[in-house]
């Protein structure tokens, strides 16, 4: 009896073996020699750089994708989760959250968050405050997060908007809108 049971287990620990999945093999990231220019000041040595991104375009590419997620979701007056509807700052405050990056649930305070940087310079992953709506407002009243690079073309942003006609998690343009009147800033948070 002994003999079979020793046979089923070794059988046994054959098999889990067999269909196991196998560790990957990881490689250390290639490097890139970049020569020195000779007009430069640098030295005149080879640098070596890693070819792989940096973690902060990472992380922008996840934020925005992480955004993009959650379009069609439903727009709700201070609301912060998928399950019951965004309002703005909300919004932006849950896909930040999600990447540990600290951002208030308030339009008025995402405008102090971060660097301010140029709207020619703005990137996926930017903070995008407006206005009010109201013609005469000049205090925060919007906020979303930049889905393209300005220099790609047209400012887009991804956003939860209150208005009456497509209301929830919509991508928008700043360029030949009316955000373009409301616009204030572009906010670097990463």
């Known amino acids: 009896m002994r003999f079979i049971?020793?046979?089923?287990?070794?059988?046994?620990?054959?098999?889990i073996?067999?269909?196991?999945?196998?560790?990957p093999v990881v490689k250390p990231p290639k490097a890139v020699i970049i020569a020195a220019r000779p007009d430069s000041l640098a030295p005149a040595a080879a640098a070596v750089r890693p070819?792989?991104?940096?973690?902060?375009?990472?992380?922008?590419?996840?934020i925005v994708l992480y955004a993009l997620q959650q379009l069609g979701t439903n727009?709700?007056?201070a609301g912060t989760?998928?399950?019951?509807?965004?309002?703005?700052?909300?919004?932006?405050?849950?896909?930040?959250?999600?990447?540990h990056v600290p951002v208030p649930h308030s339009t008025a305070l995402l405008i102090n968050v971060g660097q301010p940087v140029p709207r020619a310079q703005a990137q996926p992953g930017d903070i995008v405050v407006f206005t009010g709506t109201?013609?005469?407002?000049?205090?925060?009243?919007?906020?979303g997060i930049v889905v393209t690079a300005a220099s790609e073309g047209p400012l887009r942003f991804v956003h939860s908007s209150s208005a009456k006609r497509e209301p929830g998690v919509?991508?928008?343009?700043?360029?030949?809108t009316d955000y373009e009147r409301r616009f204030m800033q572009v906010r670097r948070v990463l």
């Open 5 to 15: 049971w020793l046979t089923f287990v070794g059988l046994a620990a054959l098999i």
């Open 17 to 23: 073996g067999f269909f196991r999945p196998k560790t």
């Open 51 to 62: 070819t792989r991104p940096a973690p902060k375009a990472a992380k922008r590419d996840s």
């Open 75 to 77: 727009y709700c007056y």
């Open 81 to 99: 989760t998928p399950a019951t509807g965004f309002d703005c700052s909300g919004f932006v405050q849950y896909v930040f959250t999600h990447f």
């Open 134 to 143: 109201a013609k005469t407002s000049t205090t925060p009243g919007h906020a």
């Open 170 to 176: 919509k991508i928008s343009q700043v360029e030949g």
